[in-house]
């Protein structure tokens, strides 16, 4: 039995040491930036067509109210 309390004793060590190694390692995470995405030409031009067509729609019913 002397030899489970030891290895139950280890065990509970390494755990400890575990939780701390992924402690460090968000903070490490944390200070990596992340890249910044970027938008192909297509996209932008759906974007930019979208927002034409929202725009459209408001103008629209500006006219329609006046």
Same mark, same amino acid.
């Given at each position: 039995?002397?030899?489970? *309390?030891?290895?139950?004793?280890?065990? *509970?060590?390494?755990?400890?040491?575990? %939780?701390?190694?992924?402690?460090?390692?968000?903070?490490?995470? +944390?200070?990596?930036?992340?890249?910044?995405? %970027? !938008? *192909? $030409?297509?996209?932008?031009?759906? !974007?930019?067509?979208?927002?034409? $067509?929202?725009?459209?729609?408001?103008?629209?019913?500006?006219?329609? +109210? *006046?």
């Amino acid at each position: 039995m002397a030899n489970l *309390s030891g290895l139950a004793s280890f065990v *509970s060590e390494l755990r400890v040491e575990r %939780t701390n190694l992924v402690d460090r390692l968000r903070h490490v995470d +944390a200070a990596v930036p992340k890249p910044k995405r %970027t !938008i *192909s $030409a297509a996209g932008k031009k759906r !974007i930019a067509a979208a927002q034409r $067509a929202r725009w459209a729609k408001v103008k629209a019913r500006q006219k329609k +109210a *006046s």
